[in-house]
């Protein structure tokens, strides 16, 4: 449960810093928009996700795994549209790139953060 609270916290300080380096293609209202939108992104990838990756199997398996960000681009893009004008993408370009940004730099955090803080216990 604190591993989960603690990526949603992590990626809502990344959707920030995003639209922070995109603010005319990548809108965020406020932290608590960014709070709900990763929130509401954890539950995409645990309702939504799985069934994406298993109906592009092997549009994901001919990519090496690439075709993957498309499906985080797709997660955010609905993400956009059930968050109303408080969360806004302006295209399945800028989705797709912050798809990559959230992955790379979630995978940063991780290794140069959070682990080497769980691991002092």
């Known amino acids: 449960m604190i591993r989960w609270l603690l990526s949603v916290l992590v990626n809502s300080v990344l959707l920030l810093v995003i639209a922070g380096f995109f ?19 954890s539950i995409l990838n645990v309702l939504v996700k799985p069934f994406l990756i298993l109906i592009t199997l092997p549009v994901t398996i001919l990519s090496l795994g690439f ?8 997660t955010l893009l609905i993400a956009d549209s059930l968050m109303g004008s408080a969360f806004e993408i302006s295209g399945f370009g800028m989705a797709l790139g912050a798809a990559i940004m959230l992955s790379i730099l979630n995978f940063a955090v991780q290794k140069i953060i959070v682990r080497p803080l769980s691991e002092k216990k």
Request: charged share 5%; proline share 4%; hydrophobic share 70%.
């Open 23 to 41: 603010p005319d293609t990548f809108f965020v209202q406020n932290v608590w928009t960014a709070v709900m939108a990763s929130f509401l992104l």
């Open 67 to 74: 075709f993957l960000f498309v499906i985080n681009a797709i």
